[in-house]
């Protein structure tokens, strides 16, 4: 059993910093790849960041400069640095990875709520 629990969401003004920490916990597996997704009020779940193959990474357009997806494997830990906030970051923020050869299989973290207003 894979279980993912992210952290580090909260209230932050326009322009502030926040950074969301995913502990992932469970089996030792083969990970295909990791990232982040974000759902707003009334509109789809979206992908925020994503590190897949030899840790290449790849950014939605409209975070592109200003967050930053990296891992720490000792601790078993995904984190999105997210720079210069901007009210429309609102959302809930969902930490995922996808494993396995043949069989892929998604895990999805619980969400944190990340709320830029002023």
């Known amino acids: 059993q894979v279980q993912l629990v992210e952290s580090g969401g909260g209230l932050v003004q326009p322009g502030g910093s926040l950074r969301l920490s995913c502990a992932g916990s469970?089996?030792?597996?083969?990970?295909?790849?990791m990232g982040w997704y974000r759902q707003a009020p009334g509109k789809e779940r979206e992908l925020v960041a994503v590190?897949?193959?030899?840790?290449?990474?790849n950014y939605a357009d409209s975070v592109k400069g200003r967050f930053t997806i990296f891992g720490d494997n000792p601790k078993n830990t995904m984190y999105l640095q997210m720079d210069n906030l901007k009210p429309e970051d609102t959302a809930i923020y969902y930490c995922?990875?996808?494993?396995?050869?043949?069989?892929?299989?998604?895990?999805w973290g619980q969400g944190t709520q990340v709320t830029v207003s002023s």
């Open positions: 995922t990875v996808d494993v396995g050869i043949i069989v892929h299989k998604n895990y």
């Open positions: 469970g089996s030792i597996f083969p990970i295909n790849s």
């Open positions: 590190i897949t193959g030899g840790s290449s990474t």
